[in-house]
């Protein structure tokens, strides 16, 4: 009897937040079997799936840095993936790879679609892949070591410091000898900032004193900005730019959902600071993520880099109930679903 195949798809674009049994549908059909490969092919079982901020942008039919999700299609997202059968030599049976099969259970992938375990320096489990060395520690790297490029004893804000890219991004910071304020939602979240990651200062967002700590804590003013929020958060730090400060765009989080997205009001602060303001997109730096991936799993191994998770389980029926609740800040560093435990014995198809 054929074993069925679960994904999600995209069933309508939303306008603002995505409405858990609207915005998406689950769709059932038979899955590929080793029998279906062709040379060169891979039949893989997905482990972990990757949720990203960046997930919301795809859903909107716009010119982009990626096509957008078509109606009716399977949601994009990278994953964690077991080989359960190959006619590849880049990976046999049992391998750990990852690829962008997107949110389904099975998927066939030709040569080209994956990454074999080989790539990931230092892989210590396969969630590692899409955390400590996947695309938001990539994106901290590229944005802070390439773009931002601190200097000792500067300044450096990160904004949404807690998550996945920002908390990384921070660290990369102080091991550049930088001084580092984060900025966080929650008391909780900002005490790990300072005693967990080594922050040298971590301002909740949420609290009513926000805005005085925040002035107190540049008061030296900001060389580079971290960008992952965009909104109020921006205003206030291109009011506190210093001269010839660096500005590196990588996320709008607080204007993903809104129906009028909110631009800089404090625009003018880019003239009169002379501020260099640069957006990127880490899949143009493709030709940088060995040598970004050799520097992380070495910080790691030295103990300089510390790693978080926050691992959703029940497969991926909850996937799209922890995309909406990755908006609303649910996770500490790295927001993962676990379809399948990889220490599970492989499916048989």
């Given at each position: 009897m054929a074993r069925d195949n679960l994904s999600i798809v995209l069933a309508e674009r939303p306008t603002t937040d995505i409405i858990p049994g609207q915005t998406f549908i689950q769709k059932t059909s038979p899955a590929p079997t080793p029998a279906d490969l062709q040379d060169g092919q891979i039949l893989v079982e997905t482990l972990y799936l990757s949720l990203d901020p960046a997930m919301r942008g795809w859903l909107r039919d716009m010119r982009s840095y990626l096509p957008p999700v078509q109606i009716g299609q399977t949601m994009?997202?990278?994953?964690?993936?077991?080989?359960?059968?190959?006619?590849?030599?880049q990976a046999k049976e049992g391998d750990i790879v990852s690829a962008l099969t997107g949110w389904t259970e099975f998927a066939i992938l030709p040569e080209g679609r994956f990454e074999p375990a080989s790539l990931y320096p230092g892989l210590q489990d396969p969630k590692d892949m899409l955390s400590a060395l996947?695309?938001?520690s990539l994106t901290a790297w590229v944005g802070m070591s390439k773009i931002a490029d601190p200097k000792p004893g500067e300044l450096v804000v990160v904004s949404g410091a807690a998550g996945a890219t920002g908390s990384v991004a921070g660290q990369i910071a102080k091991l550049k000898g930088a001084r580092v304020v984060g900025i966080a939602g929650g008391d909780d979240k900002c005490k790990w900032l300072t005693e967990e990651l080594g922050f040298d200062v971590a301002l909740n967002y949420?609290?009513?004193?926000?805005?005085?700590?925040?002035?107190?804590?540049?008061?030296?003013?900001?060389?580079?900005?971290?960008?992952?929020?965009?909104?109020?958060?921006l205003d206030m730090c291109l009011m506190r730019a210093k001269e010839h400060a660096r500005f590196i765009e990588c996320g709008l989080v607080s204007q993903y959902n809104a129906a009028k997205p909110q631009g800089p009001r404090a625009?003018?602060?880019?003239?009169?600071?002379?501020?260099?303001?640069?957006?990127?997109?880490?899949?143009?730096?493709?030709?940088?993520?060995?040598?970004?991936?050799?520097?992380?799993?070495?910080?790691?191994?030295e103990g300089k880099l510390k790693k978080t998770e926050t691992v959703v389980r029940g497969g991926l029926k909850v996937a799209e109930q922890a995309l909406?609740?990755?908006?609303?800040?649910?996770?500490?560093?790295k927001l993962i679903v676990e379809i399948k435990n990889h220490n599970e014995t492989p499916s048989k198809l």
């Open positions: 994009r997202g990278s994953c964690a993936c077991r080989v359960l059968a190959s006619k590849s030599k996947g695309m938001t949420k609290a009513d004193d926000f805005k005085e700590k925040f002035a107190e804590a540049t008061k030296d003013f900001i060389d580079v900005y971290y960008d992952n929020v965009g909104g109020d958060i625009f003018s602060q880019i003239v009169t600071m002379r501020i260099r303001m640069q957006g990127f997109i880490v899949l143009d730096h493709v030709k940088d993520f060995p040598a970004a991936r050799a520097e992380l799993a070495q910080w790691i191994a909406v609740d990755l908006y609303k800040g649910i996770n500490t560093g």
